[in-house]
Nanobody, 116 residues
Framework: VQLVESGGGLVQPGGSLRLSCAAS????????IHWFRQAPGKERELVAG????????NYADSVKGRFTMSVDNAKKTVYLQMNSLKPEDTARYLC??????????WGQGTQVTVSS
């Protein structure tokens, strides 16, 4: 099982980034997929999630209207489009695939830094 995030980097406030999470080694369509983020000294925060059926997406209040999550089932890849980035969005962004407590997988994450 593997989740590989990419697309992070350094961006100025107001800028955009698109994160990707490529999945392999499990039946992708049976899992709910989430993006979490964790900043130094802070707890891990749920940013966005999409149901296994792909018919329900939810977002943290802090990113609503700025971030959009999407899924390409054929490519087994999840995306997080992040617009109007703010310094407080700076964190390591991690992809999570969840089906049950024992089928709960994490990627290594990709760093997003928003700074002028």
């Amino acid at each position: 099982v593997q989740l590989v995030e990419s697309g992070g980097g350094l961006v100025q406030p107001g800028g955009s980034l698109r994160l990707s999470c490529a999945a392999s080694g499990f039946t992708f369509s049976r899992y709910a997929i989430h993006w979490f983020r964790q900043a130094p000294g802070k707890e891990r925060e749920l940013v966005a999630g999409i149901s296994s059926a792909g018919d329900s997406t939810n977002y943290a209040d802090s990113v609503k209207g700025r971030f959009t999550m999407s899924v390409d089932n054929a490519k087994k890849t999840v995306y997080l489009q992040m617009n109007s980035l703010k310094p407080e969005d700076t964190a390591r962004y991690l992809c999570n695939a969840y089906r049950t407590r024992s089928n709960n997988y994490w990627g290594q994450g990709t760093q997003v830094t928003v700074s002028s």
